[in-house]
């Protein structure tokens, strides 16, 4: 029983890693742009299918078929933030009508439901074929490797005068327009960054899982704000910006753990839906508690301080 768990772990440490790519594109929209993006089931799935049809039809190479697949999750973030700003659409309808419209079009790229990619070259079978590890290994460096680089550029990025222009809009939208930013532009911007980042998730969970499936982003969303919320409980939120990052991708780690652990214990999988979301209520639901406790608790010495005066 103890072995399998472990085993388990290690697997859902290499997704929680492929997972946590997504997890930092959810993060600049919810934490840095202050906007509900539901783009994300559908940027996902586009990731997977568009990466997963150039290389089971045409034959791309890997590499450059989960960049091309990230490049269409950048154009399905702009169409989102192209509604919302310049149609005055609201940002979570926004969302949700590009999430429509990208199943059709995910059906379209497939030409059917789902897409077997067991017998095409990967960037995960070719790295076992080349390294001799095993694929949880394997999906373990790429995901952290991946991640480096990700974060990384992110921090660059987010501290140059673009960067700190759409973390203003996000912080304070009229008084970054009042100082002349296009914040129209910015969160155009944000979201086509963000959904860039979680195409390239879908890209490279598709090639690990070994298929392609217009479906495979349903609850994506809450995956993503999972990890989000377990790091920012573990982490605290008042951190380098850096550490924010790796907060998030150890909330997405964590997160999947957990999960591999209560499947190991015998948890329907039919369930997961559910547990996912009671998982994602608790976490929201604690920073409040905790800080409810806080200030009861400085009353109090408040309050004692004033009697003793």
């Known amino acids: ?32 742009l202050d906007i509900a993006d539901l783009t994300v089931d559908g940027s996902f799935a586009l990731g997977g299918c568009t990466c997963g049809i150039l290389l089971a039809e045409i034959g791309l190479d890997p590499v450059a078929a989960t960049l091309i697949a990230s490049l269409a999750g950048v154009a399905a973030g702009a169409v989102t933030g192209i509604l919302h700003t310049q149609c005055r ?8 009508l590009t999430q ?29 074929d080349a390294t001799g590890l095993e694929k949880a290994w394997v999906s373990i460096l790429v995901g ?31 008084m970054a327009r009042s100082q002349g930013m ?27 899982q070994g298929y392609a499936d217009v479906k495979q982003g349903i609850g994506a969303i809450v995956v993503g704000l999972a990890s989000i919320i377990i790091g920012e409980v573990l982490f605290g939120k008042r951190r380098n910006f850096a550490v924010k990052l790796s907060a998030v991708v150890l909330g997405s780690c964590i997160y999947r753990i ?11 999988t039919d369930d997961m839906k559910l547990f996912t979301a009671a998982l994602v209520a608790v976490a929201l639901s604690v920073p409040t508690f905790l800080e409810k406790r806080r200030q009861a608790a400085s009353y109090s010495e408040s309050g004692e301080g004033g009697k003793t005066c």
Do not use: C
């Open 1 to 32: 029983m103890i072995i399998s768990i472990l085993k388990a772990m290690q697997g859902a440490v290499g997704q929680g890693a492929l997972w946590g790519i997504m997890a930092l594109g959810i993060y600049i929209t919810y934490r840095i």
């Open 258 to 268: 957990i999960v591999a652990v209560v499947l190991q214990m015998g948890l329907n």
């Open 100 to 128: 429509l419209g990208l199943y059709s079009v995910n059906l379209r790229i497939l030409g059917k439901s789902n897409q077997p990619l067991l017998k095409v070259e990967t960037v995960f079978n070719g790295i076992v």
């Open 89 to 96: 659409i609201p940002a979570i309808l926004a969302g949700i």
């Open 144 to 174: 952290v490797v991946v991640l480096i680089m990700l974060i990384a550029v992110l921090y660059w990025f987010f501290g140059t005068e673009m960067g700190s222009a759409i973390r203003a809009t996000g912080s304070n939208e009229n």
């Open 182 to 208: 296009n914040t129209n532009f910015y969160k155009i911007l944000g979201l086509a960054v963000s959904n860039g980042l979680v195409a390239l998730s879908g890209a490279l969970i598709s090639q690990h």
